[in-house]
Structure formats: C-alpha cells, structure tokens
C-alpha cells in the first residue's frame, strides 16, 4: 500500500484538474436556473420603478439583450478571472461584496468552529468512550436536537432570553457604531484590526457582539461533530491496538489517553474540516438572524430585493469557494493520512 | 444473499429486533415520534379544530394574537389571527408531503441512476460521478434557493415547487452511495457466480446488485429527510417558501412570528418551531437507529460504519466503496 | 464681500482638515474618544439612527430610494426644500425661486454657498448635476423625474433648456407649462453636487460623494452603518443639534424594534411591523411617534378583462370594501383607512369614495348589479405579489377577499405571482383586480392623479376617459393654487364614478425614539424626509 512519490503527485494533479470540470459545472447550473426562469433579471429588480424603454436600456447596458450562448460565455469568462458580475439593484460588484463583508463571514465562521470544536470534541470522545450508556445517552440525543433544531430557531430563542430578558448581550451585528467608527478598517477584519490598533475596548466590544452569533452556529456545527467523533471512537476502540495494549496490562486510562483518543481523532479533523458546505448554509440563516453584515446576509438582502445578478454572482462564489476548499482538503488528506488510496 | 433479500423485506420488526441496548430505544422513540407526525398529518381534518386559513367560526372572528387556552390550544396568531394549533397540525402535513415527494423522486431517480453508472462503468459513469459530485459539493441551502427562485415563478410556489426544489439536492447522495455499493457488488463472488452461470446483464443488475445496494437506502432516505424538513423551514423563513393561503408551513408561521417573540407574544412562534425540531429530531433517531442495525459495524464486529460520505468532498475513485457491507 | 466670504470658507475648511486629522489620529488608539476633541461644544451628543431601509449609492444621479435620499437630504442642497410639516417648496439653496410663465422658471442662488471641501457652490453647479442626472440616466435614479427639462429622445437636456446668465442665476425653459417642476426642485433627483469632484458620465464613489447640506459623510460602510458629522461649511436655517449622527442598518424589522428597546439606538425609523408598533405603544422607556403619511395600497381594476369593464361590477366592489377592517386585520390598525386615491393632508383631498359608496354596503352592491342586469355570484379573480410589498400585503389580500364573498355577490379567487412576473401579468389581464403600492415623487395631488388615470395609467388597466386626460393636462399648465385644487377635486370625483382603482389605506410616517430624543415628531411628515438637523439628544 505504500504510495511511491509518483502516484501521489499524480494524485495531486487529477485533483487539482478536476477543478475545472466541477467548477464548470457548478457555474453552468447556476446560470441555466437563474436565466430560463422566466421574467429576466432587470425587470425583477426594477419592474414598476422605469418605464419599459428604461428597462430595454438597461438590459442592453447589461448585455442581456444578446443571445443566451454569448451571454454564457462571458459569465463563464467572468468566473475564470475571478470577477462574479455585478449587482443591479446598487451596481456593486461581487468581489466589492467578498472584499466588505467577506471578513465578517469568516470571523463568524471560525468562531463558529472553535465553540464546535470545544463543545463537539469532548462530548463525542466521552460518548463513544461509555457507551450505551446514560451519558452516551444524553450526549446522543444532545446532539441530535442541536442538528434538529433550525438555526433561527436557537437564534430566536437566544435573542428572547439573553438580550430581551437579560440584557447580556446586543441584539446584532458586527459591534457598535463607534467601535466600527472609530476602527481603522487595515485588514476588513473588525476584530484583527482592532486588535492592531490596540484598542481594548473596541476588542471587547466586538467579542461581545461574536458571542451569541458564533454560539448559535457552533451548536449546529458540534451535534455533526460529536457524532462524528463518537462513531470513530467507537472503531477505534474496536481496534487490535487497544486490545493489545489492554491485553499488555496497560491502565485504561492511559489507553484512553495515549491510544484511543488520538486515533480516534485524526480522521475526525479531516472530516469535520468538509464540513464547509454546511457551515456555509448555517452562517447564512445565521447572519440573517443575528443581522451579522456577513456575505450571508448580503446574500439573503439581495434575495429579498429579487437581485438575481446579485444572487447569481455570490452563489457562483460560494460554490467556487466550496469545490476549492474541499479539493484542498482532499489533498491535505492524502499528504497527511497514508491510508488514503489514490 | 438470501438472507439479505429477506432482512430488507422482512416486515417493520426485523431491524428493530436486531438491535440492542440503547440503539433500539433510540429507533423506537424516534418511530414513535415520526409516527405520531404520519398520524397527525393523515387525520389532521379530523384534528385540526379549524382549516389552515380559517379566520372564524359561527360567523365570529376570531381574536387577533389570542394566548393559549379556551377556545384556542395554541392561542391565534397576530397575522391573519389564524389558529395556532390548526396550522401546527395541517403543518405537518404539507412538511411531510413536502418530504414525501422529495425523497421519493429522488430515491427514483438517484438509485437506479447510481446502479447503471456503477455498473456499466465507462465514460457514462466518469460523467454523471462528476455530474452528481458537482452538485453534492453545492451547500444544500443554496441550491434549494436557487431552485426555489426557478420553480416560484414556473409552479407559482406552492408544496410541488418545494418538494421538486429539494430533488436536486438529495439525488446525488443516493447516487453516490448507491453507484459505490454497486461497483463493489459487481466484483463480489455472487455476481462474478451470476455471470459465470450465464445470467443477462438485467437479471444481474436487477436481481442481485439492486437488492444488494437498497439495503444502504433507509438509513439515507431519513437523513435526507430530517434535512429536507429543515430545508424547507429555512426556505420558509426567508420568504421563498409556501404562501399562508396555499398551505400552512412551520418556517413561514416561525418567520411571521418574528415581532411577535420581542412582543411576549410567544406561542406564535415556539409551537411551529416545536414542531420542526420534534420532527427532525424523531427522523433522526429513527435514521441512527437504522443506521445501527442495517450497519451491524456499530455492534460489536470489525466493520466499517457507514456514514454519509462527508459533504463537499470531490472523490472520483472507483471500486471505493462507501458502504461495506 | 464675495471674497472675503470664500476666504472664511477657505480658513474654516483648513479647520476641518486639522480635525479629520486629529480624528485619524484618535483610530490608532492613542487618541482620545473623537467625539470629544473634534467637536464643538454647544452641538448635542451623537445619536444612532436605526433603519431596515436600504442604500443604493450616496449619488443623486443613482438612487430613487428613501433608503439613499435620507442620507442624500441630510447630506446635499437642494435649490428648494420642504420644511417639516410645510407642503410649500420653500428656498435651500436658492434665495428665490419663481415662474415668469408656467414654461419657465427662474432661481436666485444664495451668496456664499460652498461645498463641505470649501468648493465655491454656484449656478454652473447646479447645471452639472442635472445635466449629469439626465446623461447618466442610471436604471437606480431618478432622472425620469427630469422630463420637463430632457430632449424627447432622452438622454440628454433639452436644447437650451437650463440657462446660467451668472454664477448666482439659474433659469430652466421647460418643455411644456409645468407648475410640477418646482416639486422636482425639493428632490434629490436634483440634489446639488460639486462640479470639482463628481465625474460627468458616472456615479462617484461614495467615498467622494460630498455635498453642501447640513451634514457631510464621514464614514460609510455598505448595508452595515453610516456616520454624519455636522458641515463646518454649512451656514443655513438647517442647523444641526448634533455633532454627529450614526445610522444603522439592519435586516430584519424584529431586530431593529429590539435594538431601539434596548437602547443599543436612540430612533427606529422605518419599518417595523405592525405587532412591533403596538407593542412599543405600551413601553414605558421608548415612545412611538406618528406623523401624517404618503404611501399609499390601492387595488386596480384591469378593464381589459370581462369582470373588470363593467362599471357596475366594479362600483359594487368600492361598495363592499371594508376599508377600517383592513387597516385593523392586515395592519394591527397601523395604517390609515384611504378614501380617496389622493392621501388626506394634500391640498384639494375630498374623500370621494366614501362620500359615494359609504363603507361595506352588500345591500348596494347587490342593487347595482341587479340594475345592472348581471348575474350573481360574479366569479373573480385578486391579485396580489407575495415579497415586493411584504408579508402583509396576503394578510390584507385575504382580509379584502373575504369581504367580497360576504357580500354574497362575488365568488373570489386569490392568485399570486413572484413581482417579476406579476407586472406582466396583470397587464396580461390576469387579474380582474390587483393589489399595488405608491409612493410620491413629489409632494402634491397631481402625483397621485396624473401617473393613474391618463390613458391607463402606468400599470395600463386599459382605463380612458377624454375628460381625465383634459383636467390632467389644464391643472399642470396651472399656477394658480385655487384653480388647480378645483380641479383636483373634480377629477377625484370622477375617479369614484368610474372605479378604474378601489384606494385602501395610506401609511403613517412611524419613529421610536428613546429617552431624551427631541426633535423627531417634527420631521415626520408625509415627505418623509428625516431632517437629521432638527434631532437632538439630551446627555
């Protein structure tokens, strides 16, 4: 089974070929759904607002008035360089929108993970650790309800009991008007740049606008997570390894310790790290709860506008984003793990 | 082989028999749940005191955002002052409608798409494994907007549109699971026996590789549908979904509920949103009870467990199975 | 004096620079708060604005949305501007405005007016920015308000139609008798900006938008918040209260009525929701402000249809609707009953409908189908479009639906379309009767009146009336206010006899102020502009 340097390298160049066709493909989807519709995008957006000669301008101002195919190719042409279009109802550009509130997406986003992670982990080893019985139990089903349970939903609540009832945290967004005022915006990242300017007030205030946001999305991402890590301990556990070392006298916690857990996790963390998919859907219904000016957010502002150029450009970047990220993994994946055929 | 033909068709009790410890009571509280659900939805005319869009009765409104009790179970709702407990009720029926139609057509489409590409292999299968990877890479939200935004305009909204809306996203997980188990099935010493014996590509194909590969679909089948109820909430609560006069939907009811909530006005949204996670959650206890049994990796034998292929990876190999059985 | 003028200009726009200075300093955090050492001490505290309302651009020649023009009347001059609670243009930029003949108009500039970069503000400025409105002609803007002054092919103005005689004289030749066009004057569509800094052919980058108004743009972060300092430039009537103003935007009106109630803002303007309103209403730390409003919910009748040409089913509906009703069901009581097209307040309102058809009348409605010789039940179909208005407008579709059926001479059927596809539907004859919404270009009856009724309106209901077409056409060529508002009432009088429309209700102009907020009730009236100047907050 051992992978001579060759076949790994060539495992990295179909992986990294297969971007293409898969981002070919995502785009065309797209574009197909969002153009045979019927009623085109401009009428969408500006119907009612302009005479119908103003419209035919703008859709020629658009290139919509040019054959389907001619069209195609030039978002194909737009996809391939990066460029996602732009908006119709404020002539933004996608990439302007990635460049503003892309920052927000990922502070959330990582955020999100780390509460997963710190919840997820633990939970799932211990689940998997006494099994079947009660706190396998009440972990299980902790998990199962964290899945079950839509995002707004937790984001409803939480706002009821911890902003209306107990005033501990904001009810939204990124921080507060003069924190992102007076924050030079260096990284568009509010929370580094706070973090540059030293300014300790301005990081607390952004930590506690994170808060119910990142926990609210974590606790969807952690009910993956701990049943994720629970089934690979349960294997782990199974292994020859542990009863060998069982076998050898070794304390069980110590086996725990330095055998199952470990190897229960490192499969865990590439898996849990394609769960980007996922985290995309929740940080999107996320940052519309939380008014987090988050991509998300941008995404269901447009949605509610009817802007389908808007909506086209960032589901477009979106699933760039995904297929890129994923193949990555995949790659990371095969260097890490030996086990991986390829 | 027999034995497996049998497993699978053996009536409702066999997999909960196989089952031990907790798993079996996981299954049966989470068919006991899903049960009551079919039950509400079946007879909810009979259930439901009022219609989804009733707004009175013997000639009286009813009262505007009224609380719980009287009249009223659930109390009304401050839009339209609809009566909470007959939406929850008729919810569940277009929730499961909805799921209904999604899963079904997907598990037509994707499972006999995944048996032919497994099996005759070649470009078809190179094709439609990029095809199907391509969009199980797409998150799942989006591609349900997306279709939603299409198929509003062609249908008029409306359960069909959901229901279709959610295919696209549930097909290329059958595919891929199925199109797996067959490559794997096809080199097993069953079918290499069929085809020694002489027996048409059909037969093979239909008698032995699709009896072998249903058996993953279950387990499938509830995790997509715990996942279709949540995607069409979501559809719902960002406007895209059913309209109050066409059917009672929970996300919609959960999304008008909004100003309410702040208002103290909370049983018009904590009942339909009650609803969405009892549902969810019951699905989803049934598909890890299933996943238990059908898997008998997480009894106590050395297998591989099955787990949905994690989303978002792009794989292309062939002969992997995802499934060992 | 002129010069001595632009000197001062000079000196205090030197000033400013100091201070934007100063306030950079104060980001990198070795600075004190900027609120403090940049400010003058006789302006009030900040105060945060909240709002769902959103931005298209900080350009005039792009945006004809009130998410955009709220900043734009706070942050450019007009040459004429309404004050609160007034329906007269009064001057901003200009001293004097007035007609020589209903064909041309003619406007005085202040002296002395300058820009927030110290840019001299003349009548050459003034020219650009129409100019640049009409030949950029963005899809988002509103240079379709400019017809008066643009060549019939569009795109450009008409020949000689703006003439600047000096730097302080502006005088427009309209292309035909328009006593409108001094409304047009008070909108942002003619918001003036600084010939220097704005390029001819295409919108600015709002980071340079700048202005003369009472306020400048210090900060703007799209979809998330806005920061207005006061114009150090500025030396008008509009004298801001505060130093400086924040805007929030948010997404959801549940978090913005959140926000105002937990004090997170100081004002929530725009739009919560009826349950939201009510229940502030009983809050003992906030208080709901109402003032007059414009917007206004009509249901149209398509009389391309069978239903929809006959006039006597058409009178039989205005008989049945039940205008209170909606406004109580749909809208928690949160809009006003509308009994005329044109909304109360404007000068020659009448309410016509109700003066003619009373309210739910199923006794009259039978008769005059009866009379009519029509069979009962008359089966017909309502439309209405399930986002474009929000989620009340099926509340209230549903509410005016049931009304007709208990009349017992309709049978009724709802149908509803995503907007794209409902304005060619309805157009199509798809509906006898659809739902749509107004909002004024300008503050005056003709607005609501003239865009309706000519030759089938601009939602094309198939609706002439050679008469209409005549009061229309004599009551723009009119500048006598007597006459016109004779007019206004007679052609509303006809409207209700023909019922080419069923008007429902007008919404009100709703602020949540917090504690120690002063100054809002004044600014809210149906211009709905948000005079960001008449705001204070006590410390």
Same mark, same amino acid.
């Given at each position: 089974?051992?992978?001579?340097?060759?076949?790994?390298?060539?495992?990295?160049?179909?992986?990294?070929?297969?971007?293409?066709?898969?981002?070919?493909?995502?785009?065309?989807?797209?574009?197909?759904?969002?153009?045979?519709?019927?009623?085109?995008?401009?009428?969408?957006?500006?119907?009612?607002?302009?005479?119908?000669?103003?419209?035919?301008?703008?859709?020629?101002?658009?290139?919509?008035?040019?054959?389907?195919?001619?069209?195609?190719?030039?978002?194909?042409?737009?996809?391939?360089?990066?460029?996602?279009?732009?908006?119709?109802?404020?002539?933004?550009?996608?990439?302007?929108?990635?460049?503003?509130?892309?920052?927000?997406?990922?502070?959330?986003?990582?955020?999100?993970?780390?509460?997963?992670?710190?919840?997820?982990?633990?939970?799932?080893?211990?689940?998997?650790?006494?099994?079947?019985?009660?706190?396998?139990?009440?972990?299980?089903?902790?998990?199962?309800?964290?899945?079950?349970?839509?995002?707004?939903?937790?984001?409803?609540?939480?706002?009821?009991?911890?902003?209306?009832?107990?005033?501990?945290?904001?009810?939204?967004?990124?921080?507060?008007?003069?924190?992102?005022?007076?924050?030079?915006?260096?990284?568009?990242?509010?929370?580094?740049?706070?973090?540059?300017?030293?300014?300790?007030?301005?990081?607390?205030?952004?930590?506690?606008?994170?808060?119910?946001?990142?926990?609210?999305?974590?606790?969807?991402?952690?009910?993956?997570?701990?049943?994720?890590?629970?089934?690979?301990?349960?294997?782990?556990?199974?292994?020859?390894?542990?009863?060998?070392?069982?076998?050898?006298?070794?304390?069980?916690?110590?086996?725990?310790?330095?055998?199952?857990?470990?190897?229960?996790?490192?499969?865990?963390?590439?898996?849990?790290?394609?769960?980007?998919?996922?985290?995309?859907?929740?940080?999107?219904?996320?940052?519309?709860?939380?008014?987090?000016?988050?991509?998300?957010?941008?995404?269901?502002?447009?949605?509610?506008?009817?802007?389908?150029?808007?909506?086209?450009?960032?589901?477009?970047?979106?699933?760039?984003?995904?297929?890129?990220?994923?193949?990555?993994?995949?790659?990371?994946?095969?260097?890490?793990?030996?086990?991986?055929?390829? | 082989?027999?034995?497996?033909?049998?497993?699978?068709?053996?009536?409702?009790?066999?997999?909960?028999?196989?089952?031990?410890?907790?798993?079996?009571?996981?299954?049966?509280?989470?068919?006991?749940?899903?049960?009551?659900? $079919?039950?509400?939805?079946?007879?909810?005319?009979?259930?439901?005191?009022?219609?989804?869009?009733?707004?009175?009765?013997?000639?009286?409104?009813?009262?505007? /955002?009224?609380?719980?009790?009287? @009249?009223?179970?659930?109390?009304?709702?401050?839009?339209?002052?609809? @009566?909470?407990?007959?939406?929850?009720?008729?919810?569940?029926?277009?929730?499961?409608?909805?799921?209904?139609?999604?899963?079904?057509?997907?598990?037509?489409?994707?499972?006999?798409?995944?048996?032919?590409?497994?099996?005759?292999?070649?470009?078809?299968?190179? $094709?439609?494994?990029?095809?199907?990877?391509?969009?199980?890479?797409?998150?799942?939200?989006?591609?349900?907007?997306?279709?939603?935004?299409?198929?509003?305009?062609?249908?008029?909204?409306?359960?069909?549109?959901?229901?279709?809306?959610?295919?696209?996203?549930?097909?290329?997980?059958?595919?891929?699971?199925?199109?797996?188990?067959?490559?794997?099935?096809?080199?097993?010493?069953? $079918?290499?026996?069929?085809?020694?014996?002489?027996?048409?590509?059909?037969?093979?194909?239909?008698?032995?590789?699709?009896?072998?590969?249903?058996?993953?679909?279950?387990?499938?089948?509830?995790?997509?549908?715990?996942?279709?109820?949540?995607?069409?909430?979501?559809?719902?609560?960002?406007?895209?979904?059913?309209?109050?006069?066409?059917?009672?939907?929970?996300?919609?009811?959960?999304?008008?509920?909004?100003?309410? /909530?702040?208002?103290?006005?909370?049983?018009?949204?904590?009942?339909?949103?009650?609803?969405?996670?009892?549902?969810?959650?019951?699905?989803?206890?049934?598909?890890?009870?299933?996943?238990?049994?059908?898997?008998?990796?997480?009894?106590?034998?050395?297998?591989?467990?099955?787990?949905?292929?994690?989303?978002? $990876?792009?794989?292309?190999?062939?002969?992997?199975?995802?499934?060992?059985? | 004096?002129?010069?001595?003028?632009?000197?001062?200009?000079?000196?205090?726009?030197?000033?400013?620079?100091?201070?934007?200075?100063?306030?950079?300093?104060?980001?990198?955090?070795?600075?004190?708060?900027?609120?403090?050492?940049?400010?003058?001490?006789?302006?009030?505290?900040?105060?945060?604005?909240?709002?769902?309302?959103?931005?298209?651009?900080?350009?005039?020649?792009?945006?004809?949305?009130?998410?955009?023009?709220?900043?734009?009347?706070?942050?450019?001059?007009?040459?004429?501007?309404?004050?609160?609670?007034?329906?007269?243009?009064?001057?901003?930029?200009?001293?004097?405005?007035?007609?020589?003949?209903?064909?041309?108009?003619?406007?005085?500039?202040?002296?002395?007016?300058?820009?927030?970069?110290?840019?001299?503000?003349?009548?050459?400025?003034?020219?650009?920015?129409?100019?640049?409105?009409?030949?950029?002609?963005?899809?988002?803007?509103?240079?379709?308000?400019?017809?008066?002054?643009?060549?019939?092919?569009?795109?450009?103005?008409?020949?000689?139609?703006?003439?600047?005689?000096?730097?302080?004289?502006?005088?427009?030749?309209?292309?035909?008798?328009?006593?409108?066009?001094?409304?047009?004057?008070?909108?942002?569509?003619?918001?003036?900006?600084?010939?220097?800094?704005?390029?001819?052919?295409?919108?600015?980058?709002?980071?340079?938008?700048?202005?003369?108004?009472?306020?400048?743009?210090?900060?703007?972060?799209?979809?998330?918040?806005?920061?207005?300092?006061?114009?150090?430039?500025?030396?008008?009537?509009?004298?801001?209260?505060?130093?400086?103003?924040?805007?929030?935007?948010?997404?959801?009106?549940?978090?913005?009525?959140?926000?105002?109630?937990?004090?997170?803002?100081?004002?929530?303007?725009?739009?919560?929701?009826?349950?939201?309103?009510?229940?502030?209403?009983?809050?003992?730390?906030?208080?709901?402000?109402?003032?007059?409003?414009?917007?206004?919910?009509?249901?149209?009748?398509?009389?391309?249809?069978?239903?929809?040409?006959?006039?006597?089913?058409?009178?039989?509906?205005?008989?049945?609707?039940?205008?209170?009703?909606?406004?109580?069901?749909?809208?928690?009581?949160?809009?006003?009953?509308?009994?005329?097209?044109?909304?109360?307040?404007?000068?020659?309102?009448?309410?016509?409908?109700?003066?003619?058809?009373?309210?739910?009348?199923?006794?009259?409605?039978?008769?005059?189908?009866?009379?009519?010789?029509?069979?009962?039940?008359?089966?017909?179909?309502?439309?209405?479009?399930?986002?474009?208005?929000?989620?009340?407008?099926?509340?209230?579709?549903?509410?005016?639906?049931?009304?007709?059926?208990?009349?017992?001479?309709?049978?009724?059927?709802?149908?509803?379309?995503?907007?794209?596809?409902?304005?060619?539907?309805?157009?199509?004859?798809?509906?006898?009767?659809?739902?749509?919404?107004?909002?004024?270009?300008?503050?005056?009856?003709?607005?609501?009146?003239?865009?309706?009724?000519?030759?089938?309106?601009?939602?094309?209901?198939?609706?002439?009336?050679?008469?209409?077409?005549?009061?229309?056409?004599?009551?723009?060529?009119?500048?006598?206010?007597?006459?016109?508002?004779?007019?206004?009432?007679?052609?509303?009088?006809?409207?209700?006899?023909?019922?080419?429309?069923?008007?429902?209700?007008?919404?009100?102009?709703?602020?949540?102020?917090?504690?120690?907020?002063?100054?809002?009730?004044?600014?809210?009236?149906?211009?709905?502009?948000?005079?960001?100047?008449?705001?204070?907050?006590?410390?």
């Amino acid at each position: 089974m051992a992978a001579s340097g060759g076949s790994l390298a060539r495992y990295i160049v179909t992986r990294l070929l297969l971007i293409i066709p898969m981002v070919f493909i995502l785009t065309t989807i797209v574009f197909l759904l969002l153009r045979v519709a019927p009623g085109d995008p401009v009428s969408a957006s500006l119907g009612g607002r302009l005479s119908e000669e103003a419209l035919d301008q703008r859709r020629a101002a658009l290139g919509l008035d040019r054959p389907m195919l001619v069209q195609y190719l030039e978002y194909l042409r737009e996809v391939v360089t990066f460029q996602f279009g732009e908006t119709i109802t404020d002539n933004r550009s996608v990439i302007d929108i990635v460049k503003d509130n892309g920052g927000a997406t990922l502070t959330l986003s990582v955020a999100a993970f780390a509460v997963a992670l710190v919840i997820g982990l633990p939970l799932g080893l211990i689940a998997g650790r006494f099994r079947d019985t009660v706190p396998d139990l009440v972990i299980r089903i902790f998990g199962i309800i964290t899945y079950a349970a839509p995002v707004f939903y937790w984001g409803l609540l939480f706002q009821l009991l911890f902003v209306l009832q107990l005033d501990w945290f904001p009810v939204g967004g990124s921080a507060s008007p003069e924190t992102i005022f007076l924050v030079e915006d260096k990284t568009h990242i509010l929370l580094i740049d706070a973090i540059i300017a030293g300014n300790s007030e301005a990081v607390v205030d952004v930590l506690h606008h994170l808060v119910l946001p990142a926990v609210t999305l974590g606790l969807l991402l952690s009910g993956i997570f701990i049943r994720l890590v629970r089934v690979n301990m349960l294997q782990t556990l199974q292994g020859d390894y542990i009863e060998a070392a069982r076998a050898r006298g070794i304390k069980e916690s110590r086996v725990m310790r330095s055998h199952a857990f470990r190897n229960a996790l490192v499969p865990v963390i590439t898996i849990i790290g394609l769960q980007i998919a996922l985290l995309m859907s929740g940080a999107i219904l996320t940052e519309a709860t939380f008014n987090w000016p988050g991509i998300g957010n941008e995404l269901v502002q447009y949605i509610n506008l009817r802007d389908y150029a808007a909506v086209q450009g960032i589901i477009t970047m979106f699933a760039v984003v995904v297929v890129l990220v994923s193949i990555l993994i995949d790659i990371v994946n095969a260097l890490v793990d030996p086990r991986v055929r390829y | 082989m027999a034995r497996r033909f049998r497993s699978f068709g053996a009536g409702l009790f066999a997999p909960f028999r196989r089952t031990t410890g907790f798993g079996r009571w996981i299954l049966a509280a989470g068919l006991v749940l899903v049960a009551a659900f $079919v039950l509400v939805a079946i007879f909810a005319p009979l259930i439901a005191p009022y219609d989804f869009n009733q707004i009175r009765a013997n000639g009286e409104r009813f009262p505007k /955002a009224a609380p719980p009790g009287g @009249d009223f179970l659930l109390g009304t709702t401050s839009f339209g002052s609809y @009566d909470v407990f007959s939406r929850v009720v008729w919810g569940s029926r277009t929730a499961l409608e909805v799921v209904a139609i999604a899963v079904l057509l997907s598990l037509v489409i994707g499972v006999p798409l995944g048996v032919v590409s497994g099996f005759l292999g070649g470009w078809f299968d190179r $094709v439609t494994v990029l095809l199907m990877d391509a969009l199980y890479a797409f998150p799942s939200l989006l591609l349900a907007i997306v279709f939603s935004f299409l198929l509003s305009d062609l249908f008029g909204g409306g359960v069909t549109a959901a229901g279709v809306a959610l295919i696209v996203i549930y097909v290329p997980q059958y595919f891929r699971v199925v199109r797996n188990t067959t490559v794997s099935a096809k080199e097993s010493t069953y $079918v290499e026996a069929a085809r020694a014996i002489g027996a048409p590509k059909r037969t093979i194909m239909g008698k032995y590789v699709f009896g072998n590969v249903i058996q993953s679909v279950p387990v499938i089948g509830t995790l997509n549908a715990a996942d279709a109820i949540g995607t069409l909430a979501a559809l719902g609560f960002l406007g895209l979904g059913i309209q109050p006069n066409e059917a009672a939907e929970w996300g919609y009811d959960l999304n008008r509920a909004l100003p309410d /909530a702040s208002a103290g006005i909370w049983w018009t949204g904590v009942f339909p949103g009650l609803a969405i996670v009892l549902l969810i959650t019951g699905v989803t206890l049934v598909g890890e009870g299933l996943n238990e049994t059908i898997n008998p990796t997480l009894r106590r034998r050395k297998l591989r467990p099955f787990t949905l292929p994690p989303r978002g $990876v792009a794989t292309m190999e062939h002969g992997k199975g995802q499934v060992d059985l | 004096m002129n010069r001595r003028r632009g000197l001062l200009a000079l000196v205090s726009s030197g000033v400013m620079v100091a201070s934007l200075a100063a306030c950079g300093g104060g980001d990198d955090g070795d600075g004190g708060p900027s609120g403090e050492d940049n400010g003058s001490s006789e302006l009030g505290a900040p105060w945060i604005l909240g709002t769902t309302d959103k931005v298209t651009t900080l350009d005039p020649a792009g945006a004809y949305d009130l998410g955009s023009w709220t900043l734009m009347y706070n942050m450019y001059q007009t040459l004429l501007t309404i004050p609160a609670g007034d329906n007269e243009p009064q001057g901003d930029a200009a001293e004097s405005c007035e007609y020589e003949d209903p064909k041309t108009f003619t406007c005085t500039l202040k002296e002395g007016l300058t820009f927030a970069n110290g840019n001299e503000l003349t009548s050459s400025d003034v020219a650009f920015s129409l100019t640049r409105n009409i030949e950029i002609a963005d899809p988002n803007g509103a240079s379709g308000l400019l017809s008066s002054i643009t060549a019939e092919e569009g795109g450009a103005v008409t020949d000689g139609a703006i003439e600047t005689p000096d730097d302080q004289t502006i005088t427009f030749h309209l292309n035909r008798p328009d006593t409108i066009f001094q409304f047009i004057l008070t909108t942002n569509a003619t918001a003036i900006v600084d010939e220097e800094t704005f390029p001819a052919d295409a919108l600015v980058e709002n980071a340079e938008a700048v202005g003369s108004g009472p306020f400048s743009m210090d900060q703007y972060e799209d979809g998330q918040q806005a920061v207005l300092t006061a114009n150090p430039e500025y030396d008008g009537p509009k004298e801001p209260q505060s130093e400086r103003v924040f805007v929030q935007y948010f997404q959801q009106p549940a978090q913005l009525k959140q926000a105002v109630q937990t004090g997170d803002i100081d004002v929530a303007w725009r739009s919560l929701s009826p349950t939201d309103i009510n229940d502030l209403k009983d809050s003992d730390s906030v208080s709901v402000l109402e003032g007059e409003g414009s917007e206004i919910r009509y249901w149209v009748w398509q009389l391309g249809t069978q239903v929809g040409k006959q006039k006597a089913v058409r009178q039989a509906a205005a008989e049945l609707i039940d205008r209170e009703a909606i406004a109580e069901n749909a809208y928690a009581g949160t809009v006003d009953p509308l009994k005329s097209i044109v909304p109360p307040g404007f000068p020659g309102q009448i309410a016509a409908f109700e003066e003619k058809y009373g309210a739910n009348n199923a006794d009259e409605a039978k008769k005059l189908l009866d009379d009519a010789g029509i069979n009962t039940p008359v089966d017909i179909t309502l439309g209405y479009t399930p986002s474009h208005y929000g989620p009340n407008a099926v509340d209230e579709a549903n509410e005016f639906a049931r009304q007709l059926e208990d009349g017992g001479v309709f049978n009724v059927k709802i149908e509803s379309a995503e907007w794209t596809q409902y304005q060619n539907l309805y157009k199509e004859n798809a509906y006898d009767l659809f739902q749509l919404g107004w909002f004024p270009d300008y503050l005056d009856a003709d607005n609501y009146l003239a865009p309706f009724f000519v030759d089938g309106g601009f939602y094309q209901n198939n609706y002439s009336n050679e008469k209409v077409n005549e009061l229309v056409a004599a009551e723009q060529a009119s500048s006598d206010p007597a006459e016109r508002q004779r007019i206004f009432k007679e052609l509303q009088t006809i409207v209700a006899e023909d019922v080419p429309l069923i008007p429902s209700w007008v919404g009100k102009n709703v602020a949540i102020a917090g504690p120690g907020m002063e100054g809002v009730q004044a600014t809210l009236d149906p211009a709905f502009i948000f005079r960001f100047w008449e705001v204070s907050k006590a410390e």
